[in-house]
C-alpha cells in the first residue's frame, strides 16, 4: 500500500520524504484529528478488487458509530455501533457482525487508541498525511491506510480524503470522500437498521 494509495486520491507534485520528527508530529496530528471529530458527513466512493465502484454517504459520529448508506438499487448496508461492525445484504436476507476492533476501521472508530502503537506514516506528497494502521499480532484484521489532506479550516488542520483497506486475503478496497462536513446534526437513529432475516427485527 505505500504512497501510491496517497497518489490515487489526489495527484501529487514532487513526493518528498519527511523528516523522522515530523512524520512523528503528524502522526500526533492524526491522532487529534480523530479525537476531534463530533461528527462528520460525505460523500463517497468505493472501489473494490474488481475496479466496481459504488457511491454513497458517509454519516459518521464519535466515538464507534459510522454508516455507509450506499446508492439507489444497492441492496446493502455497513453500520457501526455499539462495538459492533455489520454488513446488511437485503438482497439475500444475510447479516454479519463482528467486533469493530477486528476491523481496519477500528482505527477511526476508537479514538482513544494509541495510533503510536500500531500506525506510521508513509512518507509521501507534503500536502497529504498517509497513515497506514495495522495491529501486528494480529494480522489477520487487514490493514488499513488513511489519507488526509492539510486544511487549516478542518479539526486539528486535517481532513480525511479516503482510505486504502487490505484484508488478511489482499482484498483491498478504495474509499475516496468527497463534500466532508464536520459538526452535523446526526439523528439519534442514524446507526440503526433494519435486519431482513424472517424472526428478527432491528
Given at each position: 500500500?505505500?504512497?501510491?494509495?496517497?497518489?490515487a486520491l489526489l495527484a501529487p507534485a514532487v513526493?518528498?520524504?519527511a523528516p523522522v520528527g515530523a512524520?512523528?508530529?503528524?502522526?500526533a496530528t492524526v491522532q487529534r484529528y480523530l479525537k476531534a471529530i463530533t461528527t462528520m458527513t460525505a460523500d463517497f466512493s468505493q472501489t473494490d478488487r474488481?475496479?466496481?465502484v459504488l457511491t454513497g454517504t458517509l454519516t459518521w459520529k464519535q466515538p464507534g458509530n459510522i454508516r455507509?448508506?450506499?446508492?439507489?438499487g444497492v441492496p446493502t448496508l455497513i453500520v457501526a455501533e455499539g462495538g459492533a461492525l455489520t454488513f446488511i445484504d437485503y438482497s439475500v436476507k444475510q447479516v454479519q457482525r463482528?467486533?469493530?476492533?477486528?476491523?481496519?476501521?477500528g482505527v477511526l472508530l476508537d479514538p482513544g487508541r494509541d495510533l503510536s502503537q500500531f500506525a506510521k506514516v508513509v512518507p509521501g506528497d507534503p500536502r497529504l498525511v498517509s497513515v497506514e494502521a495495522r495491529d501486528p499480532k494480529h494480522p489477520e484484521y487487514g490493514r488499513?491506510?488513511?489519507?488526509?489532506?492539510?486544511?487549516?479550516?478542518?479539526?486539528a488542520g486535517m481532513t480525511l480524503q479516503g482510505w486504502v483497506a487490505l484484508?488478511?486475503?489482499n482484498n483491498r478496497t478504495t474509499v475516496r470522500l468527497s463534500n466532508q462536513r464536520y459538526g452535523v446534526p446526526v439523528a439519534s437513529n442514524a446507526f440503526r437498521w433494519v435486519d431482513p432475516r424472517p424472526t428478527t427485527r432491528r
Open positions: 500500500m505505500k504512497f501510491l494509495i496517497a497518489a513526493v518528498l520524504a512524520q512523528a508530529n503528524d502522526l474488481n475496479g466496481q455507509f448508506q450506499y446508492q439507489k463482528w467486533p469493530i476492533r477486528n476491523s481496519p476501521l488499513i491506510t488513511l489519507v488526509l489532506a492539510r486544511d487549516a479550516a478542518a479539526p484484508d488478511s486475503q
